[in-house]
């Protein structure tokens, strides 16, 4: 079992930064890969950006070339730093772990732990 746990979400004004950090716990070395999703009301939730166990990244195109993703290990903590924020990535936040051999990082359904989500809100 992996808890996660996510904070540092507020409200942003458009062309703001925000950090953002998901604290781990449990059977960590199970997981394969974590990932930061997003969901807006009214619309499906959709992946921000993956890390996997050996480093490599994926970021959806809407945040490509702001947003990093990144672990700190000592900490057991995923983090995600957004720049240029803009009103359309207003949304709650959640933090995911998948265990699988085989994780499709921009499927919800592959990944195993959610965290309860933070809310961002970006004001134009």
């Known amino acids: 079992q992996v808890q996660l746990v996510e904070s540092g979400g507020g409200l942003v004004q458009a062309g703001g930064s925000l950090r953002l950090s998901c604290a781990a716990s449990g059977s960590i070395s199970s997981i394969n890969v974590w990932g930061w999703f997003r969901q807006a009301p009214g619309k499906q939730r959709e992946l921000v950006a993956a890390i996997t166990s050996g480093g490599g990244t994926n970021y959806a195109d809407s945040v490509r070339g702001r947003s990093t993703i990144s672990r700190e290990y000592a900490k057991n903590t995923v983090n995600l730093r957004m720049d240029y924020l803009k009103p359309e990535d207003t949304a709650v936040y959640y933090c995911?772990?998948?265990?699988?051999?085989?994780?499709?990082?921009?499927?919800?359904?592959?990944?195993?732990?959610w965290g309860q989500g933070t809310q961002v809100t970006v004001s134009s």
């Open positions: 995911a772990a998948g265990a699988g051999r085989e994780v499709v990082v921009f499927h919800p359904g592959d990944y195993d732990y």
